[in-house]
């Protein structure tokens, strides 16, 4: 998973060529498995991806599309060595977060959704993370940061950009 970003295009279609072929004829009962493959081959599952995997196993794109979005390790859009999650939730909500997503697209140059072009950050609007009594929240990777306001962004975002 971590060779990702040096695969060439090309590699990558071959590859998920490769594993589509290898549940051929299985059709909707492999799609859990060809997905979770195409994600370590692509790093997320552009629509390209969702159709060629639809066709090869002869679903529906919506069909792809239903299980993508229902498991939560399953992304649709590229992910950065550090992804911001910004929480949206009730809580953090209420406590500002929309102006802390705002600081941080500001910080980055990117909207909640895209990646950096050199594929240092994401940012991802996600709901509650469960650490409520702290919000509003952010999440770098696996760090959590609680009680935030817009003007300590910078320095958090400092920290990952030396890295
Ligand atoms: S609402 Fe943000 S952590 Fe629960």
Redesign the pocket.
């Known amino acids: 998973m971590g060779s990702t970003k040096t695969k060439t295009h090309d590699e990558q279609v071959t590859l998920l060529e490769q594993v589509i072929a290898k549940y051929q004829g299985q059709g909707r009962k492999a799609l859990m498995q060809v997905l979770q493959e195409a994600q370590a081959i692509y790093g997320y599952l552009p629509l390209d991806v969702q159709r060629t995997v639809a066709d090869g196993l002869g679903v529906s794109v919506a069909e792809v599309y239903g299980v993508i979005t229902f498991y939560s390790f399953f992304s649709l859009n590229p992910k950065g060595a550090f992804e911001v999650s910004v ?7 209420v406590k500002g ?1 929309q102006a802390i997503l705002e600081k941080i697209e500001e910080e980055l140059h990117i909207k909640a959704g895209e990646c950096t072009p050199d594929g240092k950050f994401s940012i991802n609007a996600c ?6 009594g ?4 952010i999440m770098v990777n696996e760090d959590v940061y609680g009680r935030l306001t817009p003007d300590q962004i910078p320095a958090i975002l400092a920290k990952y950009k030396e890295a």
């Open positions: 929480c949206l939730g009730t809580a953090c909500y977060s709901r509650c993370i469960g650490a409520c702290l919000a509003p929240v």
